[in-house]
C-alpha cells in the first residue's frame, strides 16, 4: 500500500514538473478536484481526444460527429432521471468528520480481499513454476475459493441494498465488515444519505426571471436531444453512432484522487442506435471494439479487465466497465452500457415531440435502442500517463526517469539539440526544426551538456532527440536517439522525417485495432 501510495505521489508531481498537470488557481491555494492542463499536458489530451475520434468517427462511416452545448434547458435533466437520481450514498465518520461515499468504502474493502487473492495466485506461481495451472489453483485451493465467495456475497449485497434504496442495510454492511475511516480508524458512522452531483446555475438577469440550469453532468443527453435532427441531416440509417468529446460536471464529495475524480472532466461518449432486440449483439461488439482500441496503445494487456455492473444505473439493461491499473488499483477507466429505448422515450414524453426513427426495411416507426460507450478523457490521461512514468536501472548503475508515452500520443515527438552553441551547429539545428515543424510537435534545446538534455527528454516523454555536430555541416547528417532503447543511429537529414512519422503516425497505431 504503501508503495502503491509513493508512485502515485510521483505520478502526481512528475505531472507538475514536466508542464503536464497544475492544480487550479494555484496561488489562491487551488480549487479541490479541479485541475489545468499545462503545455505538454494539453498537447497529450489533445491527442488522446485525437486518436478516440479517429477510431470513432473518421474511420466508421456510419458514425458522426456533434459539438453540443453544456447548458442545457432544465427539462432535459428531469427526463433524462438525473434530477431524481443522479446521487451518490454518502456517509460521515462522525470522529473524523470525513465524508465518504458508502459504496466505495465497500469496494474498496473488497478490493483488499481482491489483493490477498492475488498474493496467493503469485506465491503459488512461484511454488509451482512452470507447472502452475490458475484457473485450477483459481477453484480448488480452499483459501481462494473462500475469499472469493466473501467477494461475491459482499458485493450481491451491496447491489441489491443500492438497487433496493436500502441505505439502511448499507450502513449495516459497513459496520458488519468493520470498515473503518481511512484517515482516523474510527467506526464511528453516521447513517448513508443520498447526494445529488448536478452543479446549479442561473441563467438571465433578473432573481425573479431567471432560470435554473444545470451544467451537465455526462455529454451523452447533447446526443439523445439531436438524435432526429442528426439522423435527417445525415440521412445516417439504423446502425448508426453519433459521437462527442466534451466538458462534463459533477460535484463530487470524495475527490481525492488526482484527476481520476474531478468536478470538471471531460468526456467522450458515443451513442450508437439500434434496432430493439439487436441490443446484446452490439452491445458485445462495442465491448469487443473499445478493449481493441486499448490495446492498439499497448499499455499492456494484463493492465485491463471487464468489470461487469451487479447494480445497473436506471436506464441500462446490461452494463460493464473497462477496469485499469492505476498506481491505486483497478478501477473505471470507461464505461459500456445498453441503454435501452429509456432516454429517447423519456425526451419524447417530456417534449411531447416525437423521437422515432422510420425503418424502410421494416417499414415501420420505432424507437430506437442504445448501446452506449462512455471513457472519460482525463482518467485515459492518467493511465496513459502513469503507466509511462518509469524508473530504470542503467548498466552504469545509474538511474534515469522515462516517460514512455506511446509516441503517437506523445506531445512533442522530437527535440532537436546543437552539439555545441556555435560553428553554425544552431542555425543548422533551427533550419532542421524549420522543415519538421510543418508535420510534428518539435522543440531546439541548446542548455547544458547532451546527456544531461537526453534526461530531460526522456523526463518528458520526447520519443526522439537529434543532435547536429560538426560532421552535420559537411555530410548533412545527424544522429538520432531512440528514447526507450536508448539507441542511436547515424542518418540523413533528409531521412528524420520518414523515420519520424514511421513512429509517431496515427494510422500505423490505430491499424493494430
Ligand atoms: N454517459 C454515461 C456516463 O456518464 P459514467 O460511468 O458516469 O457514465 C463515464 O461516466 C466515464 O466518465 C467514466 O468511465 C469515467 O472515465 C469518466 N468520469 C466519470 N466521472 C468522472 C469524474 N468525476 N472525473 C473524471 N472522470 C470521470
New binding site residues.
Partial sequence: MAKQEDDFKKVISHAKEYGYVFQSSEIYDGLSAVYDYAQNGAELKKNIREYWWKAMVQLNDNIVGLDAAIFMHPTTWKASGHVDAFSDPLIDNKDSNKRYRADVLVEDHVAKIEAKIEKEVKKAAKRFGDAFDKEQFLITNQRVVDYQEKVTTILKRLGKSLEEEDLADVKKLIEELEIACPMSGSKNWTDVKQFNLMFGTKLGASAETAMDLYLRP?T?QGIFVNFLNVQKTSRMKIPFGIAQTGKAF?N?IVARQFI???RE?E?M?LQFFIKPGSQKEWYEKWKENRMKWHMSLGLGEDNYRFHDHEKLAHYADAAT?IEFRFPFGFK????I?SRTDFDLTKHQEFSGKKLQYFDTEENKNYVPYVV?T???L??MFLAVFSNALQEEELENGTTRTVLKLPAVLAPTKAAIFPLVKKDGLPELAHEIIDDLKWDFNVIYDQKDAVGRRYRRQDANGTPFCITVDHQSLEDKTVTIRHRDTMEQQRVAISELKSIIHKEVDMKSWLMKM
Fill in positions: 455526462e451523452a459533477r463530487e481520476f475524480r474531478m472532466f468526456q461518449e466497465d473505471e477507466l470507461e464505461g452500457h452506449e462512455s471513457i472519460g482525463d482518467r
